[in-house]
């Protein structure tokens, strides 16, 4: 079992609707969350973290963490084109929460 | 600031060669970390740095070495490269302050034949 799991997708969605990725992990010491964004051929970068159970937007971006049930989803609500990309899930623990491990990601198409 | 830089950008190999990838970083960081990327792999850790001086094997660490060699700079080798090794490679650097995201070289494409 990956210690961070996605559902690979591709999930579409239609423009101006809300997109919802998910994401389990399976370290109950795991201490904060991040949602990554990359397109094809570029390095991923950061859309949010959080380390609190609950909610946390920004903007269009709203990330949600469950510590009990070890899940964190990111919701895009008035999804673009531009928001196609795949979006990685990312978990850290260890001393210091220093390890940083990935889920394989989820290829979101936003269809016109 | 040039953030994270990696050499080189593109490298091919054959079978049973050797070859170090080199990363470095000009933002000061404690952490810095070696990721591949493989086809719908998402990104697999290989090694990481939590401080200068120590270094600790991710989830795929074997084939490879690393070398802390200072605060900036952070190498892996491949010292006999083989097919399974073709890949994407990141390194990233963060100072781990509390939601300070990881910050990405722009990869080594690596193939090996």
């Known amino acids: 079992q990956k210690e961070v799991e996605q559902n690979s997708g591709p999930l579409s969605v239609p423009e101006g609707a809300i997109a919802s990725l998910n994401c389990t992990y399976s370290?109950?010491?795991?201490?904060?969350f991040f949602w990554y964004r990359q397109y094809s051929g570029k390095s991923p970068e950061l859309i949010m973290f959080?380390?609190?159970?609950g909610d946390k937007e920004d903007g269009r971006f709203t990330a949600q963490l469950n510590k009990a049930s070890q899940y964190v989803s990111l919701l895009i609500r008035d999804s673009q084109p531009s928001d196609s990309a795949t979006y990685l899930c990312a978990v850290s623990r260890g001393s210091s929460a220093s390890k940083i491990i990935f889920g394989s990601g989820t290829r979101l198409s936003i269809r016109p | 600031n040039a953030g994270v830089t990696q050499t080189p950008k593109f490298q091919v190999l054959k079978t049973g060669q050797s070859m170090t990838l080199q990363c470095a970083q000009d933002m000061n960081h404690n952490s810095m970390y070696w990721y591949r990327q493989d086809p719908g792999m998402g990104l697999r850790l290989i090694y990481y740095s939590a401080s200068e001086g120590t270094t600790d094997k991710g989830e795929v660490p074997n084939g490879y070495n690393v070398s802390r060699l200072n605060k900036r700079e952070f190498s892996l080798r491949l010292e006999s490269a083989a097919p399974s090794q073709t890949s994407v490679y990141f390194c990233a650097s963060t100072g781990l302050y509390r939601g300070e995201p990881l910050h990405f070289g722009n990869g080594t494409r690596l193939t090996v034949t």
């Open positions: 370290d109950r010491g795991s201490q904060s």
């Open positions: 959080i380390y609190s159970n």
